[in-house]
Structures are given as C-alpha cells and as structure tokens.
C-alpha cells in the first residue's frame, strides 16, 4: 500500500459516517475517486456512484456500504444523563467506559458510557450491560445543561477510536466494516485508471448508505442503475478467533484470502467465474456458505426489480461491530486485486442466464 492509498484510508475511517449521517465520508471517498471516473451520481440519501464508461450499454456494479453502526440519545434525565438506542447494530456490552463523540449541530460533544466502578457491585447479583442501565455522561448536570451543549434527542453517537496498525500485518479500529469495502473499491478504480485499462462496459462503483439497518441505500441506488451484473464486498466472521464454533460459522481466517460466498443470492455462474478469476490468477480465497440470505448488500442487488446476477466476495474481519475491528494487510490487498482481474477477464454483453 502506497503513501496516497494510507492516506485515504486513514482519513476516511477515521471519519465518522453513522447510519442516516453519511455525507461527510462519502465526500472524502468522492473526492478520492474523481480522478479515477468519468462521471458521478448521487442519491438523495447520499449513496455515490463513480462511474467509467457512463454510455456503456453493459452495465457492472462493485459495491461497499458507507455507513457504520452508532447510537441515537433516546432519553435526557433531570440529571443530566443520557440513555440511548441503537443506529444498526451497536453492543451494549461493550460500551461501559468507551469514549463517544455527540454529533450536534453546534458541534463535536465528548461523553463516556459510565458504569458504577467494580467496588460496589455485587458479583451474585451483578447486573450486564444492556440498554436498559448504560447511559451517557457529558459532565453535564442538568437537562438544560445538556441541551443548552446543543444535545437533544435525535442527536447521533459514535465511540471515539482510531484506525491503528498491529504487528506490521493488521488494520484495527472501529468502522472496517464497512468502509474498508469503500476503500478496497476505490482502490481498483485507482488500478484501472494508472494501469490504463480500457473496459468495454460501464463500470459502477458504488458506495452505498444505511446498509446497517436493512441495505436500504443498496435498494435505491440498485433500481436507479439497475445494472447487469454487481459484485459486492462486505466483512465476514474470522472463526480462528476464540469463542466461535465452526461448526456453525464456518472456517474463515483473516490472512487466508478473501471469503467468497455461496447462497441463494448469490448466482451461480457469475460465482464460478469469481472462483475460475482466482484461481487463475493465483489469489488465495476461502468458501463461506450461507443460508436464507447473505446479510449483506448483495441480496438487495440480487432481488432488485427484475433481478441482477450479484456475487459476494467478502473480507475476513476479527471482532466485528467493536471498536477494535482488524483485518489483515494481505486480505485487503487480495480482495482488491480479485475484483480487479475479474473486471479484467470479462467480456460486455456477457449472459450469466442458467437457462438459455
């Protein structure tokens, strides 16, 4: 990875694009790629498109969601406290001591999720985390305090964490998922661009909003295109770590390749050629099987109107929906480089049809 592509990337994880607030990382994501595209659109809700080739007839999608998962403030005590619900899929078990950042209209406000120190609770009887007891602390202690800091209910909440680096081989922090799917796509627009290659479809490049709480910006943004082809990336579960059953989970492991997904949603023979690009070109992948859905961006591609061919090629990702997300070096760069020989191998007008 280049000084340039670490520079992006530690500017736009290190943004913070909460649920329903995305416009300030699709901006830096936006102004990263313009370079690289032709054109661009938007949506109303924010998702973006950069676009090569926009009068191509064949139209191909690759696709990461913007949006990471946050708290709304739900309720402000007499007291000056703060309870919270959730923006997608926050833990409440982790919160206890983090640091948050308030988004305000006045500004950045900085809290703590408290808890009551270790001395008098009682181990027997010793209360979890939930959302009925974490709450908030800005140091405020009256209502009117806080609301006069410009909080009020509504107001959306991310913990306050940074993108690092561990060992030389790992991204950590809060957010890859999924915004090291943003970067990864921008990075393969950047390829084709300084490689100078010339694709014979219209290439998308899409980075949709509120994945989190149902791909709702992947619905919208899938029927405006409505493209014929859409390779998705998203995070997937590192079962090496502890506490998972493989049995259950599957077996995928962070530095081993990226995970490419087979389902319903997923179709078959656009899967194939994922599998055939990879092994072609000497990329190390893994197979995750899935049941109903994938849980991800690409069944809102598969399903939308009359149906795209999609496939899901996935980032093996430890610790997931935490404030300490991590990711191996080697997957980001093999996940980039597959979308990219696969763009590269495949033909306009391609018929991914099982019955002709």
């Not at 690289?36 to 064949?58: Q, R």
């Not at 661009?193 to 909003?209: M, Q, R, S």
Request: proline share 4%.
């Amino acid at each position: 990875m280049d000084k340039k592509s670490k520079e992006f990337l530690y500017e736009y994880l290190n943004n913070a694009s909460p649920t329903g607030f995305e416009s300030s990382g699709q901006q830096i994501w936006l102004d990263y790629i313009k370079p690289y595209i032709n054109t661009h659109i938007t949506d109303v809700y924010g998702s973006v498109v950069g676009i090569i080739n926009p009068k191509a007839a064949y139209k191909v999608v690759i696709e990461g969601h913007a949006d990471e998962i946050s708290w709304f403030v739900n309720y402000i005590t007499d007291d000056g406290y703060i309870y919270v619900r959730r923006n997608g899929g926050s833990d409440h078990q982790i919160a206890p001591s983090m640091r948050v950042n308030i988004h305000t209209d006045k500004g950045i406000v900085k809290g703590i999720f408290g808890w009551p120190a270790i001395h008098v609770r009682d181990a027997a009887k010793e209360e979890a985390p939930s959302l009925k007891n974490i709450f908030i602390d800005i140091g405020a202690e009256t209502k009117k305090e806080v609301e006069s800091l410009g909080v009020h209910v509504g107001c959306v909440i991310t913990f306050e964490d940074e993108l690092m680096e561990l060992n030389k081989k790992w991204f950590v922090g809060r957010a890859l998922d999924n915004r090291m799917g943003g970067f990864m796509i921008a990075e393969v627009a950047r390829k084709l661009h300084e490689k100078k290659k010339k694709l014979p479809f219209g290439l998308y490049i899409v980075n949709a909003v509120q994945e989190e709480i149902g791909l709702r910006g992947a619905e919208m943004i899938s029927r405006r295109i409505k493209p014929d082809l859409a390779i998705c990336t998203d995070v997937t579960h590192d079962t090496f770590s502890p506490m998972y059953n493989k049995k259950e989970s599957g077996s995928m492991k962070a530095g081993s390749g990226p995970v490419i997904c087979y389902g319903p949603a997923v179709q078959n023979n656009v899967l194939k050629m994922v599998i055939q690009t990879a092994q072609k070109r000497k990329i190390p992948f893994q197979r995750q099987a899935v049941s109903r859905s994938t849980g991800t961006d690409t069944d809102a591609f598969a399903y939308s109107a009359e149906g795209v061919a999609s496939a899901l090629i996935s980032l093996p990702l430890k610790y997931m929906h935490t404030t300490v997300e991590m990711t191996h070096k080697d997957d980001v760069e093999n996940v980039i480089n597959l979308i990219y020989e696969f763009l590269l191998q495949l033909k306009a007008g391609h018929d991914f049809s099982y019955i002709r």
